[in-house]
């Protein structure tokens, strides 16, 4: 991954908390867009209105990443957390691929379960990313979006922006302990900004090939590639202070 292009990331793009229906509507339309049409993961049929959601984002917490210029939605994710409203439930990856989990491993790790979160349905719009007839990359090269060349070479940068607006998710919450089911090359992209997961079970054929990862949040600050540390900053400070920072 380059990383030449984040000093300029932050005058193109801004992240918001997704903390309004409106806005929660915009990354279910991400969702939908990339889930549904571009990859079938989940049938079409089900969300009529073109807004892919379920049963854990009532109590989740979302961010976007928008343009600032058209103020266009460009990406999206959510935090999980174990324990909300009072209750403890399975976490999605608990739920959907219980079997490939090393139970062991997890149970080494000593956690405690208000202090537990998954990071979920990252998704960046299709209008930010794929070329004109490129069907199969989810994080791949951008489509010229009628932007000038700079910002063109930021947008491979949305994916990550996602990240760590839901790190800073976890961190704004004192949920620090993160888990993550992933497609093995999220990790490996992720690992070559210095932030390192750790694989805690087996891959599984879940909406294609994805295995559950977890860090804690201290150790992702703390890794973080440098020129991504001011980025991270940023984005924390435009999560706290809300979507008008």
Same mark, same amino acid.
């Given at each position: 991954?380059?990383?030449?292009?984040?000093?300029?990331?932050?005058?193109?793009?801004?992240?918001?908390?997704?903390?309004?229906?409106?806005?929660?509507?915009?990354?279910?339309?991400?969702?939908?867009?990339?889930?549904?049409?571009?990859?079938?993961?989940?049938?079409?049929?089900?969300?009529?209105? !073109?807004?892919?959601?379920?049963?854990?984002?009532?109590?989740?917490?979302?961010?976007? @990443?928008?343009?600032?210029?058209?103020?266009?939605?460009?990406?999206? @994710?959510?935090?999980?957390?174990?324990?909300?409203?009072?209750?403890?439930?399975?976490?999605?990856?608990?739920?959907?691929?219980?079997?490939?989990?090393?139970?062991?491993?997890?149970?080494?790790?000593?956690?405690?379960?208000?202090?537990?979160?998954?990071?979920?349905? #990252?998704? @960046?719009?299709?209008?930010?990313?794929?070329? @004109?007839?490129? !069907? !199969?990359?989810?994080?791949?090269?951008? !489509?010229?979006?009628?932007?000038?060349?700079?910002?063109?070479?930021?947008?491979?940068?949305?994916?990550?922006?996602?990240?760590?607006?839901?790190?800073?998710?976890?961190?704004?919450?004192?949920?620090?302990?993160?888990?993550?089911?992933?497609?093995?090359?999220?990790?490996?992209?992720?690992?070559?900004?210095?932030?390192?997961?750790?694989?805690?079970?087996?891959?599984?054929?879940?909406?294609?090939?994805?295995?559950?990862?977890?860090?804690?949040?201290?150790?992702?600050?703390?890794?973080?590639?440098?020129?991504?540390?001011?980025?991270?900053?940023?984005?924390?400070?435009? #999560?706290?202070?809300?979507?008008?920072?």
């Amino acid at each position: 991954m380059d990383l030449s292009s984040v000093s300029d990331f932050n005058r193109f793009f801004r992240v918001i908390p997704a903390d309004a229906p409106d806005r929660r509507d915009a990354a279910y339309r991400i969702r939908y867009r990339v889930y549904c049409r571009e990859f079938g993961y989940e049938p079409s049929d089900r969300f009529p209105d !073109q807004c892919e959601r379920d049963d854990y984002d009532d109590t989740a917490l979302h961010a976007l @990443v928008v343009h600032r210029a058209s103020d266009a939605p460009a990406g999206c @994710v959510r935090l999980v957390p174990a324990v909300a409203d009072g209750a403890d439930r399975p976490l999605p990856f608990e739920h959907h691929c219980g079997e490939c989990i090393d139970h062991e491993k997890i149970g080494r790790l000593a956690l405690a379960r208000d202090e537990v979160c998954e990071i979920s349905r #990252l998704a @960046v719009d299709p209008s930010f990313r794929r070329r @004109v007839g490129e !069907q !199969q990359t989810r994080f791949g090269s951008p !489509q010229q979006f009628g932007l000038s060349p700079t910002e063109v070479r930021t947008l491979p940068l949305i994916a990550v922006s996602a990240y760590l607006a839901a790190t800073a998710l976890t961190d704004l919450s004192a949920r620090r302990n993160v888990f993550a089911m992933m497609e093995p090359f999220l990790p490996r992209l992720l690992g070559r900004a210095g932030i390192h997961f750790a694989q805690v079970g087996e891959a599984i054929e879940y909406h294609g090939l994805r295995a559950p990862y977890f860090i804690r949040t201290q150790d992702a600050l703390e890794s973080m590639a440098p020129q991504l540390r001011g980025l991270y900053r940023e984005i924390y400070r435009q #999560l706290a202070d809300g979507p008008e920072a």
